[in-house]
């Protein structure tokens, strides 16, 4: 199949990842496959050209901008494009005003969150308009889907489930080689036990009450750091918190980075704080890792991370009951251990490449069943 995905940017991000690893996919499999981006190419975009897959940039400027819309036109019509796959609101509404006409055969867009942006009216508007040329609507988790149902963005005869998946051969398990060199790295003792979460720094993930139960954890726990991997508008605000909840030597800001994979392996404890989200990626791949998790109980959370089996589930914004998870974890390591190891064998059969490939490849012949 010719297959267009159309995506904002390719800067690093949980989106991305996933849509660079399912092109990867495709591409191997034999489609002929492009990505275009409504507005700069983004930082993962050299991937793709190592592999000889187009990447093209619309230059976007605000507003409505005719001109990107026909570079968008242009690039849909070379690549004879058969499947149109956006991803999220944004990219999909203009995909679907460059394309009118085409009689493009599918039209499948991804929503990769809950859509619980601060504002979103005008953009879900939009949205909601895009609707009549839109054969399905994918949700990546089953909460996201009954959320945009009831919200009415999208009707229920149109969307389907397609949980996000990993290339898990990338992944392997934590290790004390490992630990010793992250410990190295943020230079601490050898001994210290490594809580870590992967994020942007934005207000959905909330590592504010992140840092605020890490403080009630250093009071139990003396021999701890926390590692926050990523970066965003929040890096100066957040380092500010560390400093005042008094645990800015323990807290280490690593900024965006291209091995996470590594990083992950050198952990002893995964934590993810966030206030919304959809599908975790980052979740993921700390189940491909085997690391013990503790997840806050939003969107698609739940459906990786089973509370008691594969990790703990806890409330959002509440920085005690995160800490109290977190120490249980610690205090618990054996169990710990065991819910890792139950999180990697989880992940092998629910949270594959292949098997979030092999859906959305039925769902480009025609059909909205597709469930996890």
Not at 20 to 36: E, I, M, P, S
Not at 292 to 298: G, K
């Amino acid at each position: 199949m010719n297959i267009t995905h159309f995506v904002e940017n390719l800067n690093r991000g949980g989106l991305e990842r996933m849509v660079l690893d399912l092109v990867k996919t495709q591409h191997a499999q034999g489609d002929a496959v492009q990505v275009v981006c409504l507005y700069e190419r983004g930082t993962l975009a050299s991937e793709l050209d190592a592999l000889g897959i187009p990447v093209h940039a619309c230059g976007k400027r605000d507003g409505l901008d005719l001109r990107a819309l026909g570079r968008a036109r242009a690039h849909l019509l070379d690549h004879r494009t058969e499947v149109l796959h956006t991803h999220n609101a944004v990219a999909h509404y203009q995909a679907v005003l460059a394309s009118a006409g085409m009689g493009i055969r599918q039209v499948v867009n991804t929503r990769h969150g809950m859509g619980a942006a601060r504002r979103p009216g005008r953009r879900e508007w939009l949205f909601r308009r895009a609707m009549r040329a839109t054969d399905a609507v994918v949700a990546v988790c089953e909460a996201a889907r009954e959320d945009a149902i009831r919200r009415g963005i999208a009707p229920a005869n149109k969307t389907c489930v397609v949980p996000n998946g990993i290339a898990l051969d990338h992944f392997e398990l934590a290790s004390d080689t490992m630990h010793e060199r992250l410990a190295r790295m943020i230079n601490v003792p050898v001994g210290t036990r490594i809580l870590g979460t992967v994020g942007r720094l934005n207000w959905a993930k909330d590592h504010a009450s992140l840092i605020r139960a890490f403080r009630i954890v250093r009071r139990n726990h003396h021999d701890t750091a926390l590692v926050i991997v990523g970066d965003g508008e929040l890096r100066d605000t957040l380092r500010a918190c560390a400093f005042d909840e008094g645990v800015a030597g323990s807290v280490h800001f690593l900024g965006d980075r291209n091995d996470v994979r590594e990083l992950l392996q050198g952990m002893d404890l995964f934590v993810l704080s966030s206030v919304t989200e959809g599908y975790s990626m980052a979740l993921l791949e700390a189940c491909a890792t085997g690391l013990p998790i503790v997840a806050t109980d939003v969107g698609g959370n739940a459906e990786i991370v089973r509370d008691r089996r594969t990790g703990r589930i806890v409330p959002p914004s509440d920085p005690t009951l995160l800490a109290e998870a977190m120490l249980d974890m610690l205090h618990g390591s054996q169990q710990a251990s065991g819910l890792g190891r139950a999180a990697r064998a989880w992940v092998e059969t629910h949270g594959s490449l292949d098997v979030m490939a092999a859906r959305y490849g039925q769902l480009y012949f025609g059909g909205v069943e597709t469930s996890p």
